[in-house]
């Protein structure tokens, strides 16, 4: 295969989303959630079809920006969406070794074009989150340094840097492009965009680069343009692609460059709201930073993929951020409505907490996990091996892994097989994800409580699983009878080392420090369950499932301490009621 230049080697691809989502809140690319000016509709629909089989003319967009900011119009550059221009600036300017120097975090695609085009990304770590700092600036801008990019607000963060401050830096380094974008500038109250136009007209060593994707609700047409002297807008067009706006975009552009009425309304609503969602983040103990923006940045602590994966299951997608990202722990919310912030601060209240394991508590496994002990048994041993020796051995402290339930029954039975030989059969009965040509023990499962039931808890609890299976398994069985949505947290036994598996607390104690709760209890069938959630401290409930033997999975429980034993899954909720009616006359 021919290869790609090595500058591409290592960097993944930005994914976009492939298909659209019908989201009830879509809160993850801060577009403009009000929607486009009713001219950009009516331009669309008075749009000549005869244009689209001419290739576009860029006169009368540019003569639109140009008289609209007061400046020439060779000092306008026009491109699909901010990002074509970020890139045609970095490909006009960087070359291999030469350093380009950003804050982190901020927008990510302008390093990622530097990346590919050989350049030495530098990154300006925040000493206050987040606020900038013109000394850092400084003390990070080298000899090497050619290009300094600075969003204002800065996406993710918020945060604005006024144009006096980024002037001083100007007037002190003449041989560094101050690269400044603007993107979300008319959402911000403090700074204005005519304010860092100024710095273009002034300095030759300035692009400012601006979209009309978020605040103008262009982004599905993609329509952005630069700034800068006209010596820059002439190296910037060798690069750039001759017709790279296409028709449509640049009519509505101008719809936007004729009335921006629209907008304003759309400003002082974001504001409102933004002051809304900021009041309410700080009023349930996260902490939320301020900002210029449509958005805002809260660091939910070790919270974070908790709240993520619950907006999410409610209808609320945001932006969440990697493990080696310095804002790992926090989340990006594009500002909603009113009624919105409502309805997500309304998500992010604590409940009282639910831990689930999954095998005896919600699957009925007799026919799936023990039907996979059994035969993986008859296969090793030529032998057949009853249900009740199966359960006795399930009933066991430190046989909640059925490879090793397995391996033991072998083993008293006198038959010495590796343990990787065992899960090798096992698993291609229960449940191979690879192989799609079959049915797996796996799907023989019945369900335990209903999806109805869990309908009605999650009204009153937030739910998670704790389960020895492997996720990809969890998951398969969840999503197949659609109770998925119901669950926010998963630790099953590929989140854990070996020895640290049921009966060993790490799982509870993994969810005690992920997961928010009022108060919490957790719904076991096995000895391993009640001695791991006792470990943890944990309330523990304990369920008598339908492959256990009941009077000696009582005797068991009792023996642990165990207050509160179900028989019967079904009637979790009129339980629950009861333990929380006793618990109020008891206190």
């Not at 300094?148 to 003449?174: C, M, W």
């Not at 993929?305 to 609320?316: C, I, P, S």
Request: charged share 25%; aromatic share 12%; hydrophobic share 35%.
């Amino acid at each position: 295969m021919i290869k790609t230049r090595k500058t591409i080697e290592n960097i993944a691809p930005y994914e976009t989303d492939k298909y659209k989502q019908d989201w009830q809140l879509k809160l993850d690319s801060n577009e403009n959630i009000y929607g486009c000016s009713n001219n950009i509709i009516s331009s669309i629909r008075n749009f000549n079809p005869k244009d689209i089989s001419l290739y576009p003319c860029y006169g009368q967009v540019i003569d639109k920006i140009a008289s609209r900011y007061e400046i020439n119009y060779d000092n306008v550059l026009i491109a699909n969406g901010c990002d074509e221009a970020l890139n045609v600036i970095i490909n006009a300017y960087i070359n291999e070794d030469d350093e380009f120097l950003l804050y982190n975090p901020s927008f990510s695609m302008p390093a990622l074009y530097s990346k590919i085009a050989g350049a030495k990304v530098k990154y300006i770590s925040y000493q206050e989150k987040y606020v900038f700092n013109i000394e850092d600036v400084k003390n990070n801008i080298s000899d090497k340094t050619k290009i300094f990019y600075l969003a204002t607000p800065n996406n993710p963060t918020g945060e604005t840097t006024k144009a006096a401050v980024i002037e001083t830096l100007i007037k002190e380094n003449q041989n560094v492009l101050f690269l400044i974008d603007c993107t979300y500038v008319n959402f911000a109250l403090n700074v204005a965009f005519e304010d860092y136009i100024d710095l273009a007209k002034k300095y030759d060593n300035v692009i400012v680069v601006k979209s009309l994707s978020k605040d103008f609700a262009l982004a599905g047409l993609r329509f952005g343009f630069a700034i800068a002297n006209n010596e820059i807008i002439k190296n910037l067009k060798k690069v750039l692609s001759p017709y790279n706006v296409n028709v449509i975009a640049l009519n509505c552009a101008i719809s936007v460059l004729n009335d921006e009425r629209k907008f304003d309304e759309i400003k002082e609503a974001n504001i409102k709201a933004r002051e809304l969602l900021y009041d309410g983040l700080k009023e349930l103990g996260f902490n939320p930073y301020p900002s210029e923006a449509n958005f805002i940045l809260c660091d939910f602590g070790s919270y974070s993929d908790f709240y993520y994966t619950k907006l999410r299951k409610n209808g609320v997608i945001v932006r969440n951020y990697p493990k080696n990202s310095p804002i790992h722990n926090c989340l990006r919310i594009t500002v909603p409505t009113i009624g919105g912030v409502k309805y997500i601060l309304e998500l992010l209240h604590k409940k009282d907490m639910l831990i689930f394991d999954m095998d005896g508590v919600i699957f009925d496994v007799r026919n799936s996990y023990t039907s996979a002990i059994m035969e993986t048994f008859k296969h090793f041993s030529s032998k057949e091996i009853s249900f009740e020796e199966v359960a006795k051995v399930k009933a066991k402290s430190g046989m909640n892994c059925d490879w090793d339930a397995t391996k033991y029954l072998l083993d008293s039975h006198g038959i010495n097989i590796d343990i990787e030989d065992i899960i090798n059969v096992f698993q291609n009965l229960f449940y191979n994800p690879n192989d799609n040509s079959k049915t797996y023990l796996i799907d023989k499962e019945e369900l335990l409580i209903e999806k109805e039931i869990f309908e009605k808890l999650s009204l009153k609890y937030d739910m998670v699983i704790f389960s020895g299976r492997l996720k990809e398994e969890v998951l398969y069985s969840l999503k197949k009878y659609d109770i998925d949505k119901y669950f926010y947290y998963y630790v099953t036994s590929d989140d854990l080392p070996k020895n640290m598996l049921k009966p060993h607390p790490r799982g509870v104690l993994e969810i005690l420090e992920h997961c928010p709760y009022k108060s919490i209890k957790y719904l076991g069938d096995s000895i391993d369950d009640v001695i791991s959630g006792h470990g943890a401290n944990v309330e523990m409930i304990g369920v008598v499932s339908k492959s256990s033997d009941y009077n000696l999975m009582v005797n068991n429980f009792r023996h642990l301490g165990v207050k509160n034993i179900i028989q019967d899954i079904k009637n979790i909720v009129d339980f629950l009621d009861e333990i929380e009616k006793n618990n109020a006359k008891t206190n």
